[in-house]
């Protein structure tokens, strides 16, 4: 029995009364969520700069804000399982979107960090359930053949927002103020809402209503069933791919001095990594879909390819002395590979969990990735401090990124175990 399927959901069961179209509806909803989900996580990012000015603060003031959105969206993620176990996808899905949209607007009324940071939390929760639940929705609405590439497709959502974000942000302090941002990404999720309520499935999932256990205790069951050892590497893997990706992202402008770089254009780095993330999302879904029209699903071997190109690329850029316009090459590259890391293991948890686990798996793999997103920052700040290169620094990257392919070399054998045992319950 392969773990990557499960019987076929009709698109009636997911989306009342579906038509032809209606999967591709509300899959392009999914998706819409995702990306607001994506805007909204990275705005403050873009907008701090404007703060520091306006407020007259130094930019390190504002560390609690990024704690807290890390914070929120960690308590997002642990949630959504329980809840939507317990109060069904419809609702929670509504109450995530509701809740991040709202909390959003009103953090165009924060006038001290304090304030900003609340908000924050309070957004970032929302985000963080937002996201389990559009893609456990995706997976369900457009069956199991397609689920991965269906999950891979929604994921990239977070790439499309944040570059949005990106394109949009500046134009739209310059011309209305900062607090633009905020009432554009408090109001757009509202306008979402209502097309997302709609598509998500009513009541609590239906293994669940037959096993009261589950609903109440959805974590324990990721350990239950012969899921613990795949559930466990999954966890270290996200945990090892996110440290790497927001060290990166977290250092990378003040490293890339070192590199010949004026502060004007360090933060090129951060969109050359953002940008080579996205790209590095399409190819990935592209190759998944081909896979699947083929009839094999090659997700971790993908995964693989891509970390040794990650591997490589940090390898060139801390020994090689190159132009300035390849070391933003070499980043792009190493952001293809590190996103599509984040993107896989939200696609190895929709292959590997069913339906009712599946917004759980995914919820708690993201949560422990977030986990590595303070370790990563805080090993990099630590090596700076101590007086490290910053050639140095970039390159011991390269150990979690090893670690990373041990584990999932260790994710397949489980997998294949799994898929031996063929539980009647999976």
């Known amino acids: 029995m392969n773990v990557e399927d499960s019987k076929p959901v009709a698109v009636g069961d997911a989306i009342p009364d579906a038509s032809r ?36 603060l130094s930019a390190a003031a504002f560390t609690p804000v990024f704690v807290a959105t ?20 419809r609702l929670v899905g509504l109450a995530s979107v509701v809740l991040f949209g709202g909390a959003t607007w009103l953090t165009m ?73 905020f009432v554009l990404g408090g109001a757009l999720p509202f306008v979402v809402a209502p097309a997302f309520y709609r598509i998500l499935p009513a009541g609590v999932p239906p293994r669940a209503a037959h096993k009261p256990q589950m609903r109440t205790n959805p974590v324990k069951a990721l350990f239950g069933n012969g899921y613990a050892t795949y559930t466990g590497l999954l966890w270290l893997f996200s945990f090892l791919i996110f ?25 090129a780095g951060m969109a050359a990594f953002s940008i ?6 399409l190819l990935m879904t592209a190759a998944v879909t081909a896979m699947t029209l083929a009839g094999k699903v090659r997700v971790k071997s993908a995964l693989t390819v891509g970390i040794v190109a990650v591997i490589a690329g940090i390898a060139a850029l801390a020994h090689v002395a190159v132009l300035p316009a390849v070391v933003l090459l070499l980043i792009g590259v190493i952001g293809a590979g590190l996103v599509n890391g984040i993107m896989g293991q939200t696609a190895l948890a929709v292959a590997f969990y ?73």
């Open 70 to 89: 890390n914070i929120g969206a960690a308590i997002g993620f642990i949630i959504t399982g329980s809840l939507a176990h317990r109060f069904g996808h």
């Open 109 to 181: 009324y924060a006038d001290n960090v304090a304030a900003l940071s609340a908000m924050r939390v309070l957004s970032a929760i929302g985000l963080g359930a937002a996201l389990p639940i559009a893609i456990a929705a995706s997976a369900t609405i457009i069956g199991a053949r397609h689920k991965v590439a269906a999950s891979l497709l929604v994921t990239t959502g977070m790439s499309v927002g944040a570059v949005i974000g990106g394109v949009v942000g500046g134009p739209l302090m310059h011309r209305f103020g900062w607090q633009a941002v």
């Open 243 to 267: 440290m790497d990706v927001y060290a990166l992202l977290f250092w990378l402008p003040t490293l890339l001095l070192s590199f010949g770089f004026t502060l004007e254009h360090a933060p």
């Open 21 to 56: 179209t209606g999967w591709r509806i509300a899959l392009f909803v999914c998706f819409l969520v995702v990306v607001l989900d994506g805007f909204n996580t990275t705005s403050i990012s873009f907008v701090v700069p404007t703060l520091a000015h306006d407020w007259q």
């Open 354 to 426: 069913p339906e009712h686990l599946r917004a759980t798996g995914v919820g708690w793999g993201h949560a422990l990735g977030r986990v590595g997103s303070f370790v990563g920052p805080a090993i990099g700040g630590a090596l700076l401090s101590l007086g490290w290169a910053p050639r140095d620094i970039v390159l011991t990257a390269i150990v979690p990124a090893c670690l990373a392919i041990v584990v999932l070399g260790a994710l397949s054998a489980a997998g294949r175990r799994a898929a031996a045992s063929a539980l009647p319950e999976r």
């Open 276 to 281: 080579g993330g996205l790209s590095g999302n």
